[in-house]
C-alpha cells in the first residue's frame, strides 16, 4: 500500500485538506442560503423555492447517512426534535 500519492501528500494530509473543503463548503452553502431566503418574509419565495430547499434537504439526508450509521428515521426524528 502506497504512503504518499502521486503528489507526494500522506492520507492524513488529504483527509485534513478535504475537512477543511468540506467546512469551507458548508459555511458557502450557509451563506448562499442566507443571502436567497433571509429574512424569509422577504424573499418573495414560492413553491418553487420549497421545491429547491427540498432537494438541498434531501442531499443533505443522504450525506449524513453516508457519514454514519443513522437511519434516516433517526435522522428525521431528530429533525423534528430540534424544531420543537
Same mark, same amino acid.
Given at each position: 500500500m502506497a504512503t504518499k500519492?502521486?503528489?507526494g501528500q500522506t492520507a492524513a494530509a488529504v483527509?485534513?485538506?478535504?475537512l477543511g473543503d468540506?467546512? $469551507?463548503l458548508l459555511d %458557502?452553502?450557509?451563506q448562499e442560503l442566507n443571502a436567497r431566503f433571509k429574512p424569509?418574509?422577504?424573499a418573495g419565495v414560492d413553491w418553487?423555492? $420549497?421545491?429547491?430547499l427540498g432537494r438541498v434537504r434531501e442531499n443533505l439526508i443522504e450525506t449524513l %447517512?453516508?457519514?454514519c450509521a443513522f437511519s434516516r428515521e433517526e435522522i428525521e426524528a431528530t429533525l423534528a426534535e430540534i424544531r420543537g
Amino acid at each position: 500500500m502506497a504512503t504518499k500519492n502521486e503528489k507526494g501528500q500522506t492520507a492524513a494530509a488529504v483527509c485534513e485538506e478535504r475537512l477543511g473543503d468540506i467546512g $469551507a463548503l458548508l459555511d %458557502q452553502i450557509g451563506q448562499e442560503l442566507n443571502a436567497r431566503f433571509k429574512p424569509i418574509e422577504e424573499a418573495g419565495v414560492d413553491w418553487t423555492s $420549497a421545491g429547491d430547499l427540498g432537494r438541498v434537504r434531501e442531499n443533505l439526508i443522504e450525506t449524513l %447517512q453516508g457519514l454514519c450509521a443513522f437511519s434516516r428515521e433517526e435522522i428525521e426524528a431528530t429533525l423534528a426534535e430540534i424544531r420543537g
